[in-house]
């Protein structure tokens, strides 16, 4: 690949041309000593990006947006949402900045976008910053999201820009670059429908028909296939978090993507032991967040975007809330389905109704609760069970009569293990591993954090060398928190 000046990276400004009330031009602040920490090569050159290039002086002031492509117009976006169940009306991105769009090798238009980049008009009482550690966070979750197969933002890069960020300590702070199909929000539309601006509120749906849902464009309510599309985006979405056990942490509306892709990892983390209750996120004291509320709570979500949309569904109030009424219930079986259809697979099971694959799921999931079993060792572990070797599944339970009475009924129904192996991770980014990459890399030794991203990068392949990241938190590891103050 040739080097690329930055005046030929080609940023488009859709979203600030379409939509220029939600979009207010601004600046990334200037970073006194940028050191890059991690850059996703692979990313690059699907983003038609030069790996050597977004290495020197030119990339990092693209990573930083300190250096913009001539033509290009960095913009902080605006949005409202729910947050903790309270409506916010005014958000946007307080110390983000949408760089632009840029078309990948697949022909799809991405966001590339900075976070940590100074603050903004949005920036409320924040400072505008980010801290070397939740930006590699967010980096490490996100890529391992993309390898489990899980829709999400990617991660770009993350720069140290040698400014000292206050937190509880002065800490190294950064700016994280990441690329997501778009970063419209369910509190996108909440934004555009309370300015009463219906215009507005009707180009950012047509924006998001074209960017996200296209065959919404052709159906005889495009409103409402939008809606419908969304609602079937998040079903599923949030089934695959189930299945692999992660808790997203703060799932207020504006963290919420029209898309479908997962999006802003903050206090987030992947289960331990399984149990429905499960809260990371040190300031979500009710548990709104918790693990095994997350289905209803993508459902709520998905009310406050129909209310938002209603004005576009029907000229009559009163049938616009029917249509959207009904849209909405098909969010439940549409959850349903996704998540028996992923319980199959990690289940290795082929012929049975999804009722009884639902049945034997839930069934063994108050096992692993019952005995606080490992969620990700034990559905690895039921590989070799398929196989013909019980034990590593066996070993983890102190109650063996109930297991090896599920065990014996499981394996009746001749369970496919490769099938298994293929959707059952060896590795996840485990929340003492992570911890540890973050306290290093924060310490300026970034070694054990390229070794986490190797092996969370490839999760269903399992490696020699690799067992400290295939094992569950020691002990002493105790009760996790995740903080906000990010
Ligand atoms: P989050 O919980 O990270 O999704 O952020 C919620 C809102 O707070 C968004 O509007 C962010 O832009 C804003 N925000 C979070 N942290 C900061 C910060 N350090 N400075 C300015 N705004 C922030
Ligand atoms: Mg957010």
């Known amino acids: 690949m040739s080097v690329a000046p930055s005046t030929t990276v080609p940023l488009d400004d859709r979203f600030s041309r379409e939509l220029p009330e939600m979009a207010l031009p601004w600046q990334a602040e200037e970073a006194p000593d940028p050191e890059l920490l991690v850059l996703n090569e692979q990313l690059a050159g699907e983003l038609g990006l030069d790996p050597a290039w977004l290495r020197g002086a030119e990339g990092l002031g693209l990573l930083l947006g300190t250096r913009v492509p001539s033509g290009a117009t960095p913009v902080a976006q605006a949005y409202a949402g729910h947050q903790f169940g309270g409506y916010v009306p005014r958000l946007g991105d307080g110390r983000a900045l949408l760089l632009g769009e840029l078309v990948d090798a697949g022909g799809m238009l991405?966001?590339?976008?900075?976070k940590g980049s100074g603050r903004t008009p949005f920036a409320r009482g924040g400072?505008?910053?980010a801290a070397v550690g939740?930006?590699?966070?967010?980096?490490v979750i996100s890529e391992a999201m993309h390898a489990l197969g899980i829709p999400t933002t990617r991660s770009l890069a993350v720069v140290a820009t040698g400014r000292p960020v206050r937190r509880e300590t002065l800490l190294p702070g950064a700016v994280l670059a990441r690329v997501a199909a778009s970063h419209l929000r369910v509190g996108s539309f909440q934004y555009a429908a309370a300015t009463r601006d219906l215009d507005l509120l009707r180009r950012l749906a047509d924006h998001a028909i074209t960017r996200h849902h296209p065959g919404a464009a052709d159906a005889d309510r495009p409103y409402l296939a939008l809606f419908e599309g969304v609602?079937?985006?998040?079903a599923s979405l949030v089934a695959r978090w189930m299945t692999v056990g992660f808790v997203h942490g703060v799932m207020n509306t504006d963290n919420m993507t029209i898309s479908g892709e997962t999006i802003d990892y903050?206090?987030?983390?992947?289960?331990?032991?399984?149990?429905?209750?499960t809260v990371y996120s040190s300031i979500d004291h009710g548990g709104r967040y918790a693990y095994g509320n997350q289905p209803l709570v993508a459902e709520w979500n998905l009310a406050r975007l129909a209310e938002a949309l209603l004005p576009l569904l029907h000229d009559d109030p009163e049938q616009a809330v029917a249509l959207a009424v009904e849209a909405l219930g098909a969010f439940r079986p549409r959850y349903d389905a996704a998540w028996s259809a992923g319980m199959r697979v990690k289940l290795g099971l082929r012929h049975e109704p999804d009722a009884e694959v639902s049945a034997l799921a839930d069934e063994l999931l108050g096992l692993l609760q019952a005995d606080h079993v490992d969620h990700t060792s034990f559905f690895r572990a039921l590989g070799s069970a398929a196989r013909g070797?019980?034990?590593?599944a066996r070993n983890l339970f102190l109650d063996l009569a109930a297991v090896d009475g599920w065990l014996e009924r499981w394996r009746a129904l001749d369970p496919d293990a490769d099938v298994m192996d293929r959707v059952n991770p060896v590795y996840i980014p485990r929340n003492h591993l992570v911890e540890e990459a973050l306290e290093a890399a924060t310490g300026g030794d970034l070694d054990p954090l390229g070794r986490l991203l190797e092996a969370v990068t490839a999760p269903y392949d399992e490696r020699p060398g690799l067992e400290r990241y295939a094992a569950p938190a020691p002990p002493d590891f105790g009760a996790y928190r995740t903080f906000c103050g990010t």
Not at 266 to 277: H, I, M
């Open 389 to 392: 070797d019980a034990e590593p």
């Open 231 to 234: 609602v079937s985006a998040q």
């Open 127 to 129: 400072d505008g910053l």
């Open 110 to 114: 991405r966001d590339l976008h900075l």
């Open 134 to 139: 939740p930006m590699l966070r967010e980096y």
């Open 266 to 277: 903050g206090p987030c983390a992947f289960l331990d032991a399984f149990d429905p209750a």
